[in-house]
Every structure is written in C-alpha cells, then in structure tokens.
C-alpha cells in the first residue's frame, strides 16, 4: 500500500514538474515571439514612417518642378502667340503692294520671330528620378498617383511638338537668310532707332526679288505657323493639368515655401 502511495506521490510530482517546464517553456516562448513581432512591427513602423518622410520630400521637389512648368508654359504660350501674329504679318505685306514701303517693318516682323520662338521645356527631373528609381510606388493616394501619371505622360507630346517646332523655326531661317538683308536684322537685334536701320537697308530693300524664294519663305512660314498653333493647344490643356495637379499636391502634404 504504501508502495502504491509512493509510486502515486512521484508520478504526481513527476507530472507536476513537467506542467511547470512546458508552462515555462510556452511563457519563454511566448516572450520571444512577442519580442520578434514587437521588434517586426517596430521596423515596419520606421520603415512606413521614412518612407512618408520620403513621399513628403518629393512631393515638394515635384511642386516646385510644377511650379517652373507653370512659368514656362504660360511664357511659351505668349511666345507662341505673338510668333504667330508677327508670321501673319509677314505674309500679308510681302503679299500687298506696300512690301516695299513697309520693309522696314517686315524685317522686325522677321527678326523678332526668332528672337520670341517658343521653348517649352517641362521639368520632369523629380518624376524621372522616382519613375526609375522605383519610388512612384511612395504615392500611396489613388488620385495623386492618377494625376502625377496622367500630367507627365501628356508631356510626351508637348516635347515632340517642341522638337517639330524648332525644325520648321530652322526652315523658316533658311528662307529668311535668302531674302533679308543680315546686317539690318544685326541692327534690329542691337536696338538701334529706325532711322539708323533706315540708312542700312538695302536700296532694293530685299536680296532678292525672286518669286521663287518669296514663295519658298511663304511655304515655311505657313508651316512654323502651323506647327505653334497646333501646339498651343496641346500645351493649354498641360498647363491646366499642372495647376490643378499643384492644387491637389497642396491639399495632399505639406508644402514647403
């Protein structure tokens, strides 16, 4: 009997002191799965937080580009305008009867054509940095993303027109350079009065009276001309697309001054 009590006795304790190491061993466990996850939840908080910081830095760098954009569609749409008023002219008094009498002022016409030739040239240095470093991914709101996406995108056209722009403005040059007189359009770029560039006009007024080099300046005139009014357009509806984009990115995060 008391054998049985004894083997009893120890069991009992030999059970109680396993409860007590699983007990233990399930508290110790649990204290280092709570470490793991706490420390797993902390780095996941730091890395969610630097990568708002993040968000936050090239929003404002972007801003500003936005900001430039915004300048220099504004002034380039000015430019265009006023291109294309000075190349109507052109072409309506070489085609009148005055031509002659109004060289003078064909030649400004002529000559501020260059000087005032559109330029649009977006920046796109923040978004090119984020689009192949792979931290468009920082943008987590749906609309910011959409607009960024959809403004800089639109852009690819703006710069082909440019660069379309640019090849009739060297057409029109070379048209140019057959009929005015060089050192009148050196006198129209130095500011001198009109009754000095007067004296330098050629007698003839122009190089040439071929009408085959008249019609050839026509022709590309015609073409530059084109070439800024279909862009107007298309950089109207950026500029637009800019602004409301700056609109949303001041809403969205906190703009630096």
Sequence with gaps: MKKQFSIRTHFS????????????????????????????????????????????????????????????FALNLTKSNEVIRSMHQIISLLNSPSKFDSA???????????????????NQRTYEQMKYSGEL????????????????????????????????????????ENIFDGYVFLGILEKR???ELGKILPKERYLTRDKL?????????????????????????ALTKCRNLMLLLKRKYVIQP
Excluded at 104 to 119: G, M, V
Excluded at 158 to 172: A, M, P, S
Excluded at 213 to 237: H, P, V
């Design 13 to 72: 304790k030999l059970t109680s002191d396993i409860a007590v190491k699983i007990k233990r061993t399930l508290f110790e466990f649990s204290l280092v799965f709570l470490a793991v996850f706490l420390g797993f939840w902390a780095d996941k908080w730091r890395e969610e937080l630097f990568e708002r910081e993040r968000e936050g830095q090239f929003m404002n760098s972007m801003y500003r580009d936005l900001q430039s954009d915004s300048a220099n």
């Design 213 to 237: 080099l008249f019609n050839k300046l026509f022709i590309r005139t015609q073409y530059f001309s084109g070439a800024c009014k279909a862009t107007i357009t298309g950089a109207d509806e």
């Design 104 to 122: 003078l002022s064909i030649y400004h016409y002529a000559r501020s054509i260059t000087l005032t030739a559109p330029f649009y040239q977006p």
């Design 137 to 176: 991914r920082l943008i987590k709101d749906i609309a910011v993303a959409d607009s960024v996406t959809g403004y800089y995108n639109s852009l690819a056209w703006i710069l082909t027109q440019d660069q379309y722009i640019h090849e009739r403005l060297g057409d029109f040059m070379g048209g140019v």
């Design 193 to 195: 009065p009109d009754v």
